[in-house]
């Protein structure tokens, strides 16, 4: 059987030279397989969208109608959990959002999934929380600080309290990063190894043809069922976003 | 670091049977290329999402959501336009029909009015001439009952001349009657 691992060894396309990047040292810049899928995933994003809002028409037709409901989906996502001042972080929950599901939804047609990647879903997820960050600062300046010290609480619980929270906001990026990164690999693991189990039983016989058919069904089942996964990771990714960002543009609601 | 994120994937990634030196997402050296493009690629799609798709996206819906409500608003201007015309309507068809209503009683009272000064004048006429006949017959009746005293006179004169042989004389006579 072939290894099921292979699919996620990085491999570079087009060489490009090293570039030196400050505080970072030497960066191999190539193109790799990673790179290209993400590319490819941004690349999808802009033509969609950009095919989509062309007409801009009162009556919309079949893209235009796909691409604003996936605008009004995170559109609704960062109305009711962030609230008013949603609108601000749309673009970047948005952006987030359908890179996420274009690079996942990619991945299931081509041979590469960069969301499959911990390097790529870590930084995201570090993304997501130096950006909330950020904007806790520079919304409420020191008292950002009061976001691991939440108020109604009698004082001797703060000795607990205080660290348990500095310790869970320190591991949000890290959940974020290894639950999609997970969902991505298990995922393809899974289907890789139902699909080699349908070449192996294949080739055993009239008794394996009915191994192989059942390993065949689940693949097509499973299929079906990391679709849904492809765009409920991304869906998660954007919920937590506004979840995150909610409690610092929120701050004194605490 | 590696082997934390090494332990957590090996259980998602059961099946990692060959073992041919642990995953390959934790190779480092792919890591910096991947951050670095994918910050370069994330932050394009931001500003391109962010600066030109979005807003006309949004744009659209809000556009759809305008032309929606100004058609609500004008269908329901057009509504209560049309409920002021039928209300205008239906009291034009309720003064006309007063109007009508009141013609019809005026027609009547006239007419009751004419029939009865027709009649007074018809009964003042027939009045008269009653009045008139009654007159004729009590005339007559008078002069009927005048016409009596001298027929009973001359049939007492008759009388007397055939009992006693001699004519009364009209004093007598005028006396016995009386």
Known sequence: MADPMHQFQIAKILDLPKVAVPGLGQIDLSITNSVAAMLLAATLVIVFYAFASAKAAVVPGRLQTVGEMLYGLVNGLTDSIIGHDGKKYLPFVFTLFVFVLFANIQGMFLVFTATSQIAVTLTLGLLVILTVVAVGVGKNGLKFFKLFAPSGVPWPLYILLVPIEILSFLIRPITLALRLFGNMLGGHVVLKIFAGFVVALGGMGVLGWAGAALALSSVVALTALEFMVAFLQAFVFAVLTCVYLNDVVHLDSH | ?178
């Open chain 2, 1 to 178: 670091m590696a082997t934390e994120h090494h332990g957590t994937v090996e259980t998602t990634a059961a099946p990692e049977a060959h073992g041919g030196g642990g995953l390959p997402q934790l190779q480092f050296e792919h890591w910096g290329g991947q951050i670095v493009w994918l910050l370069l690629i994330f932050a394009v799609l931001y500003a391109v999402l962010a600066k030109g798709l979005l807003p006309r996206v949004s744009g659209a819906i809000e556009t759809r959501g305008a032309k929606i409500a100004d058609d609500i608003a004008g269908a329901r201007r057009l509504k209560d336009e049309a409920e002021v015309q039928a209300r205008a309507a239906a009291a034009e068809v309720a003064e006309a029909r007063a109007k009508a209503q009141k013609t019809a009683v005026d027609a009547k009272a006239a007419a009751s009015a004419e029939a009865a000064t027709r009649q007074a004048k018809e009964e003042v006429v027939l009045a008269e001439k009653l009045a008139a006949a009654e007159a004729r017959i009590q005339a007559t009746r008078d002069e009927a009952m005048g016409h009596v005293r001298d027929v009973a006179k001359d049939t007492a004169a008759a009388i007397v001349q055939k009992l006693t042989g001699k004519a009364a004389t009209a004093a007598e006579l005028k006396s016995a009657l009386a």
